[in-house]
C-alpha cells in the first residue's frame, strides 16, 4: 500500500482557498487517493478521489499532479466550519480492503 | 448524515466487562468496518465484514470480535476491558468490496467506550 505524507497542519483565512497537499510517492497504477476529512471527534466524512485526472464536486477539487506521487485538496472558499483534520488516503481500486488513515493535517480557518 | 447508525453513543463500564457495540450500514451497502480511535491518535482499522463473511483484518485484539447479520447489521463485541480500550470505535459501510467509487467508506458518528 502507498503510504500518504501530509503536513501536521496549516492555517487558513475564511474566504480563502485552503490547498492540503499529499504526499504518495509510493503509489501503484490502481490505487485511487482518497480525501476524508474529521472535524472534532465525528465521524469522518468522505470529500473527493480520484485516479488519475482532476476531480471536483460540490465540496472540494482533488489535483493529481501526472505522475500521481503527489496530489492537493482545494477547498475554494474555506470556512470556519471546515476547520477539521484532514486525510489523504490511497486505496487500491479492487478487492481486499486497504485503508490506511495516517495522522492527516489539522487545518484551523481563521476568521 | 452519512446514514450509517451506531449505537451506543456513549459507553461507561469496568474494567474485565464485556460489551457490545452495534452498527447498521447504509442502505445497500453490504460491507461494514470498524476503526478505533484512541485520544488525538489517527484511525486503527480493526476488521471488515462483506455480506456476513469476515473479509479483512487489521490490528484487532484477540478479546476483540465482530460479525455480520443477515440483515447486514454488525455488532463488534469488546471483552475483557482495559483502560487501555478506552476509544472511539466507528463504524464504516461500503457498497462493495470493489474499489473505486463503490469502495467509498461512510462514517457512522462513533460510540465513545470508557473504561473505568
Known amino acids: 500500500d502507498a503510504k500518504t505524507t501530509q503536513p501536521p497542519s496549516m492555517d487558513c483565512a475564511e474566504g480563502r482557498a485552503a490547498n492540503l497537499p499529499c504526499n504518495h510517492s509510493?503509489?501503484?497504477?490502481?490505487?485511487?487517493v482518497y480525501w476524508y476529512r474529521q472535524i472534532h471527534s465525528q465521524g469522518p466524512q468522505y470529500i473527493i478521489h480520484?485516479?488519475?485526472n482532476n476531480e471536483t464536486n460540490e465540496m472540494a477539487s482533488l489535483i493529481i499532479t501526472e505522475d500521481r506521487k503527489s496530489s492537493t485538496l482545494i477547498l475554494p472558499h474555506a470556512t470556519l466550519r471546515d476547520t477539521a483534520v484532514y486525510y489523504c488516503?490511497?486505496?487500491?481500486?479492487?478487492?481486499?480492503?486497504?485503508?490506511?488513515f495516517g495522522t492527516g493535517t489539522r487545518l484551523k480557518v481563521l476568521a | 448524515d452519512s446514514g450509517v447508525t451506531q449505537t451506543p453513543k456513549h459507553l461507561i463500564t469496568a474494567t474485565g466487562q464485556r460489551v457490545t457495540l452495534r452498527c447498521s450500514p447504509r442502505?445497500?451497502?453490504?460491507?461494514v468496518y470498524w476503526y478505533q480511535q484512541s485520544l488525538d491518535q489517527g484511525l486503527q482499522f480493526l476488521i471488515q465484514?462483506?455480506?456476513?463473511?469476515?473479509?479483512a483484518k487489521g490490528n484487532i485484539l484477540e478479546r476483540f470480535s465482530a460479525q455480520q447479520f443477515p440483515d447486514l447489521h454488525s455488532e463488534l463485541n469488546l471483552s475483557s476491558l482495559e483502560l487501555g480500550d478506552s476509544a472511539l470505535y466507528f463504524c464504516?459501510?461500503?457498497?462493495?468490496?470493489?474499489?473505486?467509487?463503490?469502495?467509498?467508506?461512510?462514517f457512522g458518528p462513533g460510540t465513545r467506550l470508557t473504561v473505568l
Open positions: 464504516a459501510s461500503s457498497v462493495s468490496l470493489a474499489g473505486g467509487q463503490k469502495d467509498t467508506q461512510y
Open positions: 509510493t503509489i501503484s497504477g490502481n490505487e485511487y
Open positions: 480520484g485516479l488519475k
Open positions: 488516503i490511497a486505496s487500491l481500486s479492487s478487492g481486499t480492503y486497504k485503508y490506511i
Open positions: 442502505s445497500g451497502d453490504l460491507s
Open positions: 465484514y462483506y455480506n456476513g463473511e469476515e473479509r
